[in-house]
């Protein structure tokens, strides 16, 4: 008998149906990644986490996503992104939204711009630390979509002949911030 | 049997903290008082990136330059070089231009003890460009006769104390450099305060009048 009122429905009140309601869209947690063979040379952008593995030169740029560096990852590039792990190399500056971790494999030569930065014991790294300029670069505007940028998920690589121009100048620092460009 | 710098320093250590390399200090608190008087504050750190003094230090200044001359100078040139040209060179391109600071304070940590006086010469010279009126520079002089083939990693622990890694088993004779000897190599600093450690190291505050 018990068995029975325990399948039984559990009766409810009749509601009203509710008005639909804007949910916010769940983050990403999907991880893209950029193969030990893969080198790419122009700009990454994506709604995507990254891992990269392989080489690239140019501009990474993923706002509110996380971006790895691996062991083998080689990057000559400026990244911008929420959270940025490196356990590889990279010559470029770093924009975290949140935090910056160099792990003790990374090396990075470049400036580190975050509100948190963390430095693990036996890392490399050459350049300047701002953690107060970084809720600057946290409200910067979007980036721009340019023709021939890989971008959004799936799409990874500049198409050929879509080489980035040499790194730039100072000026693609926010204004008053002359320390964190060495 | 002779004993060497590094169970000195190990034996000096261990009086002031039992079974930890670890050594009082006096001036980092001086310095440090005088960082919190500035107002976003910059600091430049000569020595190599220690992830618990950006850490640290970032309490007290927003932003910091890590310049980890030592290592970079001896990568470059596979070590210091004495041709005073090539040095100058060297620090020009190795030390942030002079449009990053003015630092507040520069944390020399004991680079110096491992320099000429003429290479301290051109040293002296490209850290005055990055001081402005009051920077500190903060130095550790070995009195003792042998040294670490290479600077010595400080990590701070906190205001009071700081701790030691030596990445070389081999040793050096030390220059045992003096105040008189700062005083003639480094003419745009001014010793402010000294504190002799027991572990043989004099800390020096120098100041950029």
Redesign the interface.
């Given at each position: 008998m018990w068995k029975k009122k325990e399948y039984e429905p559990i009766a409810t009140q009749p509601t009203a149906p509710s008005p639909p309601v804007s949910r916010p869209q769940p983050r990403s947690e999907a991880v893209a990644m950029i193969g030990p063979s893969v080198s790419i040379r122009g700009e990454v952008s994506g709604q995507e986490n990254l891992r990269i593995l392989g080489r690239i030169e140019g501009k990474v740029s993923l706002r509110g996503q996380d971006v790895t560096v691996g062991k083998s990852g080689k990057v000559q590039a400026d990244i911008h992104a929420k959270g940025i792990r490196v356990e590889g190399e990279v010559v470029g500056d770093l924009y975290g939204e949140q935090e910056i971790i160099?792990e003790a494999s990374g090396q990075v030569t470049g400036n580190l711009v975050a509100p948190r930065?963390?430095?693990?014991?036996g890392?490399?790294?050459?350049?300047?630390?701002?953690?107060?300029s970084a809720a600057q670069q946290t409200h910067a505007k979007p980036v721009q979509q340019k023709p021939g940028t890989a971008t959004g998920p799936g799409a990874r690589t500049a198409p050929p002949g879509a080489d980035r121009q040499p790194k730039a100048p100072a000026t693609s620092q926010p204004p008053g911030d002359?320390?964190?460009?060495? | 049997m002779k004993q060497t710098s590094r169970q000195r320093w190990n034996d000096a250590a261990s009086q002031l903290s039992p079974g930890s390399a670890q050594h009082h200090t006096l001036a980092l608190k001086y310095v440090l008082r005088r960082l919190m008087e500035k107002r976003?504050a910059?600091v430049l750190d000569l020595g190599?990136?220690?992830?618990p003094n950006?850490?640290f230090v970032?309490r007290y200044a927003?932003?910091?330059?890590?310049?980890?001359l030592y290592n970079?100078i001896r990568s470059r040139a596979g070590g210091l070089p004495k041709d005073h040209k090539q040095l100058e060179r060297l620090l020009a391109k190795e030390l942030?231009?002079a449009?990053?600071g003015p630092f507040d304070l520069i944390l020399a940590w004991d680079l110096m003890n491992y320099l000429s006086g003429e290479q301290m010469v051109s040293l002296g010279r490209h850290l005055a460009r990055l001081c402005r009126q009051d920077s500190l520079v903060f130095a550790l002089i070995t009195n003792s006769k042998e040294m670490p083939g290479q600077p010595i990693r400080f990590r701070i622990v906190d205001t009071d104390t700081l701790s030691y890694t030596i990445d070389s088993s081999l040793e050096r004779p030390s220059p045992l450099f003096k105040e008189p000897d700062l005083k003639r190599w480094l003419p745009d600093f001014k010793v402010e305060t000294s504190f002799l450690l027991r572990n043989g190291f004099q800390e020096y505050v120098l100041l950029h009048p």
């Open positions: 160099i930065v963390i430095l693990e014991n890392s490399r790294f050459k350049g300047s630390i701002d953690m107060e002359p320390l964190s460009r060495s | 976003r910059r190599a990136a220690i992830g950006v850490s970032g927003p932003k910091l330059y890590i310049a980890d970079t942030p231009s449009e990053l």
